[in-house]
């Protein structure tokens, strides 16, 4: 996978805290950090659509004639296999 750079322009108190997050060892650098943070919005954005996929397919399916318990049940089966 090709690198592209880019150069960004930040504020002292975001400069601080991304010092911060290097300093606490969990990041090489300020790159790895950003990265972290460009993946983590593609998978929360992600999960968003999925989501938004979800509920677009629930309301189309109707008004259901189960009662909550037993949607709830239907559920949990579905979950744990039991």
């Known amino acids: 996978m090709s690198m592209q ?4 322009t930040i504020t002292e108190q975001m ?20 990265r972290d943070l ?5 998978e929360r954005r992600e999960a968003e ?4 996929y979800l509920l677009d397919e629930a309301e189309s399916s109707g008004m259901s004639e189960r009662s909550p318990q037993e949607i709830w049940a239907e559920a949990e089966i579905r979950l744990t296999g039991n």
């Open 5 to 8: 750079r880019k150069t960004i």
């Open 15 to 34: 400069e601080s805290w991304v010092k911060t997050q290097v300093e606490s060892g969990k990041y090489g650098n300020d790159s790895e950090y950003f």
């Open 38 to 42: 460009v993946r983590k919005d593609q």
């Open 49 to 52: 659509n999925h989501l938004r």
